[in-house]
């Protein structure tokens, strides 16, 4: 079965330093994936999603994230944090191409990111 | 602002009673899907509508009931409740089926409190 597992249930940084969220999955086939955005009483945001074209994906913020298959991962990365970024982010799989019910999105436990100034 | 209306925001009540959560979807969007978040389960997936009929079933109880109207807005009934039924319940939508053939968007969520 397809599974997330993101690495780190929190991530503290200082304002103005990268920012690495790292994401492995568990796939025996191609999977999308996506990373999502939840801020503090707010729904989810997607920030970017890998569907087997560019390997590097950007999204929106700065924010990208790297698919390497040898790795099975696809970790989350900003160059420079911002106060704005403090937020709880989910790394997603979807089970919709392993003949799973479409719009089965498979949620990691999130990685609450906090940034300090 | 992802377009996506849930009512109501917060709602307590006691065990064994029955709530029932609406959402509306972006204008144009045919798929509503229904998330459950909860500390100790994470995000997971209930069940998936497309154009008013059922398409998908997650991890969904059978206290659990949704449907999806003609004019696209669809309601999640919760019944019998229990305390583990204390949550955040998400609704999403999309214009398509597949979630990975795009974004879902999300709505704020409906806060359940079971007493």
């Known amino acids: 079965a397809q599974s997330v597992t993101q690495l780190d249930s929190h991530v503290s940084v200082s304002e103005g330093t990268p920012v690495l969220l790292r994401c492995n999955y568990s796939?025996?086939?191609?999977?999308?994936l996506f990373w999502y955005v939840q801020h503090p009483n707010k729904g989810l945001q997607l920030l970017l999603k890998?569907?087997?074209?560019?390997?590097l994906v950007k999204g929106i913020n700065g924010f990208e994230a790297e698919f390497k298959k040898s790795e099975t991962s696809f970790h989350l990365t900003k160059p420079s944090a911002h106060m704005s970024d403090a937020a709880e982010y989910f790394c997603?799989?979807?089970?919709?191409?392993?003949?799973?019910?479409?719009?089965?999105?498979?949620f990691g436990k999130g990685t609450k990111l906090s940034v300090k100034p | 602002d992802s377009g996506v209306t849930q009512t109501p925001k917060h709602l307590i009540t006691a065990t064994g009673q029955r709530v029932t959560l609406r959402c509306s979807p972006r204008?144009?969007?045919?798929?509503v899907y229904w998330y459950q978040q909860s500390l100790d389960q994470g995000l997971q997936f209930l069940i998936h509508?497309?154009?008013?009929?059922?398409?998908a079933k997650g991890n969904i109880l059978e206290r659990f009931s949704a449907q999806q109207f003609p004019d696209l807005h669809s309601e999640l009934n919760l019944s019998s409740l229990e305390l583990g039924d204390s949550a955040l319940y998400f609704c999403?939508?999309?214009?398509?089926?597949?979630?990975?053939?795009?974004?879902?968007?999300f709505g704020e969520g409906s806060r359940l409190t079971v007493l």
């Open positions: 999403a939508s999309s214009v398509r089926t597949g979630a990975n053939t795009g974004e879902l968007f």
């Open positions: 796939s025996s086939y191609s999977p999308s």
């Open positions: 890998y569907t087997s074209a560019a390997t």
């Open positions: 997603v799989v979807s089970a919709a191409n392993y003949g799973g019910s479409q719009g089965n999105l498979i």
């Open positions: 204008s144009g969007d045919l798929s």
């Open positions: 509508y497309y154009n008013g009929e059922e398409r």
